[in-house]
């Protein structure tokens, strides 16, 4: 079992819903990560955070909205999603940002469709 | 712009066969590589990773090649196994500033009883 945790394993929502997805470690990782993975294809980083801050957006679309409310925690806001944004959201985690040999660590996604 | 590329897309092994996935890069600044293995439903798991001031590391069945001359490094599996059956990403990683994965296009193994 993996040690990044996200709630829910599956969602299904419509384009005007509002949801959220959780992601918990506890490994005392000070870094957290959201990528989005689509069939086939590798994980696509959307957001890091390091130390609770955000450090990197990837020019996601603003109906994503991230979350660190401490360092072992990280959500994920949706709101008025479209159809193409149906994919696996992967949460990872390292123990920092700039050390060396730190690898990430991810959790098993959440599945999201969007109706 | 893809900063990994990764081959071959999808491979079909015997078990007890050796499987071999190869990847290059073109950034000298990378400095951490990690490969990940992934079955169906599940994140993808860190399976072995190397530094580039290394040639080769090996793990139980896993070998990572690595030639910096080149910027190619390549995993090896020896005496594939069906459970071995899973997509496998190879990565590069800039650890300093903010730790981005540059991942590889992913390779679908099958390994055939």
């Known amino acids: 079992d993996t040690e990044v945790t996200q709630t829910p394993k599956h969602l299904v929502m419509g384009m005007t819903n509002k949801k959220s997805l959780k992601c918990e470690q506890h490994?005392?990782?000070?870094?957290m990560y959201w990528y989005k993975q689509k069939a086939k294809k590798p994980p696509e980083l959307m957001f890091v955070y390091s130390y609770e801050k955000l450090s990197i957006n990837e020019s996601v679309p603003s109906r994503f909205s991230p979350e660190c409310p401490n360092s072992s925690l990280l959500n994920l806001h949706l709101h008025a999603l479209q159809p193409e944004d149906s994919a696996l959201y992967l949460c990872?985690?390292?123990?920092?940002?700039?050390?060396?040999?730190?690898?990430?660590?991810f959790g098993d996604g959440t599945r999201l469709s969007i109706l | 712009q893809q900063q990994v590329k990764q081959s071959p897309q999808s491979l079909i092994v015997q078990k007890g066969g050796i499987s071999i996935i190869n990847c290059a890069y073109e950034?000298?600044?990378?400095?951490?590589f990690p490969w990940y293995q992934q079955f169906p439903g599940k994140g993808p798991a860190l399976l072995i990773a190397i530094r580039p001031d290394v040639s080769e590391k090996k793990e139980g069945r896993f070998t990572i090649s690595f030639n910096k001359s080149a910027k190619q490094f390549s995993l090896h599996i020896m005496d594939s196994q069906p459970g071995d059956s899973a997509t496998y990403f190879c990565a590069a990683n800039l650890q300093t500033g903010a730790n981005n994965l540059f991942f590889g296009t992913g390779t679908r193994l099958t390994v055939i009883p």
């Open positions: 950034n000298t600044a990378f400095d951490y």
């Open positions: 990872a985690s390292s123990l920092g940002t700039g050390l060396s040999n730190q690898p990430q660590h």
């Open positions: 490994m005392g990782h000070r870094a």
